[in-house]
Structure formats: C-alpha cells, structure tokens
C-alpha cells in the first residue's frame, strides 16, 4: 500500500491539528494502520495504531486523551486528530501499515511508510 500524510503545521500549544492518511494499492481495509512520530536528534516513536475495522485503537501514554486514531475505509483514508497539542508533541509525524493483522507499536512491524508530516507547537 502507498501511503500519503498530509495536515501538518505550525500551531499554538493548546492548538489542534488533524493529520490525513491516504492510501492506495494493497486493500486498505485488509491493513492495520498507525502513526509514528520523529522529533530531532530523536528515534521514531509509535503514537497510535488502529484495527483493521476501526472498531480497537491503541495509544501511546503520552497522547491518551488527547489524540484520537480513526480511519475511514470507504475513503482509504487514516486520520489523527490532535488537541491540547505542546511543543514536545513537534515533530515530523508517519502513517505506517502494518505488514500482520494485530495492533503493535514496534515500528518493524509496519511494512509501508508515508513520507511525513511536520507539526510544530509554538510555546
């Protein structure tokens, strides 16, 4: 599947932002999906991950109750929403799908990456 990320920016801590995931090729709804996130100097950290369905998600401690996974399979698409956003949530942010059919939050586990979307929270 090829993944394209979109809905980065520049925001106000405190702000919201809503990245976009769109897919193509592999059936989308055949995929578990997820978001990783890459600050500078910083290794790539998995931030949520979806079921195939929708219906089973699954965050990080560090966005619960404030982030939101969900995905659209009529329209192949992955979202996340992002409120209460700080400036430790900036980053370059990846939707990746994953190559079995279980949520994980190992990064080898992704088999298809997009190619980023910056977000920046200003203090």
């Known amino acids: 599947v090829q993944l394209q990320a979109s809905g980065g920016g520049l925001v106000q801590a405190g702000g919201s932002l809503r990245l976009s995931c769109a897919a193509s090729g592999r059936s989308f709804s055949s995929v578990v999906m997820g978001w990783f996130r890459q600050a500078p100097g910083k290794e790539r950290d998995f931030v949520a991950a979806?079921?195939?369905?929708?219906?089973?998600?699954y965050y990080a401690v560090s966005v619960k109750g404030r982030f939101t996974i969900s995905r659209d399979n009529a329209k192949n698409t992955m979202y996340l929403q992002m409120n209460s956003l700080k400036p430790e949530d900036a980053a370059v942010y990846y939707c990746?799908?994953?190559?079995?059919?279980?949520?994980?939050?190992?990064?080898?586990?992704?088999?298809?990456w997009g190619q980023g979307t910056q977000v920046t929270v200003s203090s």
């Open positions: 979806i079921t195939r369905s929708g219906g089973g998600t």
């Open positions: 990746a799908a994953g190559r079995t059919g279980y949520i994980t939050i190992n990064e080898y586990e992704y088999d298809s």
